[in-house]
Structure formats: structure tokens, C-alpha cells
């Protein structure tokens, strides 16, 4: 299903990315099980990922690690710009509402004591970039990345809404960069279209087009393209002998005197199992590479 897309508005001096990652993020929660606030966190880095992921050019892959000394722990998200995204949380099940307006506590359960990194690799000029959270909600953080690490002014909206059943209700992403050569009118009209912009799920709920959406924004919206994205998990039992193979031999050796080992993949929790026969190649494997037999 086409869930993304991409246009250009204010003379093409922006471009704008808006996803319906109801359906991504939904998959992300039966994968894991996840309560409503660990949901909500990790379906708003999945729909920021997802987008930037489609950013990349080529055979580029995006790895996004989040972590604010929160309860939620860390979020990792990857994706890359064929529109596959997968992400975990350490604590699957946080359920934490504000007091205030009994909305889900994103802030709170994500913490603001720490960092969000991005890699990108695959690409021809390989880049790591990271900055401090400064809101713990998301949305901000990353309009804060995008400014610090990418000189690219962005707004940035992310949402998650949940049902009394802990399925998602809704969730979107919506991205917004001023693009090389615009002008200070653009900056002015971007500072009051982010003053009464309504929340990403909102503008989802009551209009199911996302490009009717956009038209409300900029009138002068041109689309470029519909993309999709979906969860899609890329792992397989040799990327894990491989993993292997890079621990000390030692570690190896101590392995295989367990007949069998199991190994859980942290994205789709799928259980992969490593025998004895599998851990006797890996081992001739290693000795082979490091003893240049
Ligand atoms: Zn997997």
C-alpha cells in the first residue's frame, strides 16, 4: 500500500515528506508486543526512520539509536530507501500516562538525559551524526538533529495514537525541510505553519489523503511521488554464524560445548538455532582467517 508522500511547495523552496504508518507501526507491535507507551515512542522514531530512510539514495541504509536514560531504555530504528523499517525498544512493556491530560507519556518514559544517533552507510559518503535530546517527545529531537547535523531547517511531527486493546489507532509522520536557496518568506511561513499546525494523528483521522492534507498547508503543493513503507525484517541465520564468527575464539569454543545454541533476532524476535555442525564451521572458518591456513 502506498503510505508515503512526496512534493515540493513555496516555489519549491521546501519539500515534504507525510506518512500513514498505521499499518507499519501496528506490525512493530505485534512483532513485539508492545504496550501503549513503548508503541508510541517507538512508532514515532519508526515513522521519522521510515521517511528518512526514503531520503537516502541508492543502496543507503539508515540506523537511528535513541537513548534518554528513560524506562523505555533505548530505541533503535533502521531502514533503508527501499521503505523497509524495523525497530525495537529494550522495555516493551511501558504504559505511562501524563497526569495532566491523560495522554501517553512519551516524554517521561523516553527521558531527556541522552543522545540520538544516526548512521547512514551504504551510501557514497558514509556519516554519523549525534546530538543531545532536547524534548524526550521526539518530534523536536529530531527537527533539533536535522538543524545541528544536517544544517537543514525541518519541522518534524510525529504521532501515535493507541486503542483501549493496545492496537494502533493511528500514526504518522510528516516532515518538512527548507531546501537550499530559500528565502526568509519561507522561514516566516514555516514558523506560523508549525504555530497552528495540528498534530500529525489529527490531520490523519479527518482526512484520509495525504495529499489533501498537504494542499491545506501549501497552496501551491506539487506532489512528486507515492512511496510505501512497511516493517520488513532483512535477517537470516548466516548474518547471525557471522555475528558469531567476529567473537574470540575462546567464546566459540566455550559455545559448542552447548549442543545447540538459540539466538533471537532483537527486530522481529524470530528464534534462529546454531548447532553444533554450524558452530564447527564457524570455527574452522575463524581458524582458517586468522592463521591464514
Ligand atoms: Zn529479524
Redesign the pocket.
Known sequence: MENVLIGLALNKNVRIYIADTTEVVEDARKAHDLYPTSAAALGRVIGAGGLMGLMLKDEGKLHITINGSGSIGTIMVSSNNKGEVKGFVSDNTIYLKRNSDGKLAVKEAVGTDGYLKVTKTGIKNNFTGSVKLVSGELGEDFAYYFMQSEQTPTIVSLGVLVNEDYSIKKSGALIIQLLPGHLESDIVYLENLLKEMKPITQLLSENEDLEKIVLTMFKDYEKQEYRSLKYY?D?NKERFMAGISTLPLTDILELKKENKIEVK?E??N?LYEINKNDLEGIISYVENQRFGN
Do not use: A, N, Q, V
Request: charge should be positive; include cysteine.
Open positions: 525484517c535477517c533476532c527486530y522481529c524470530k
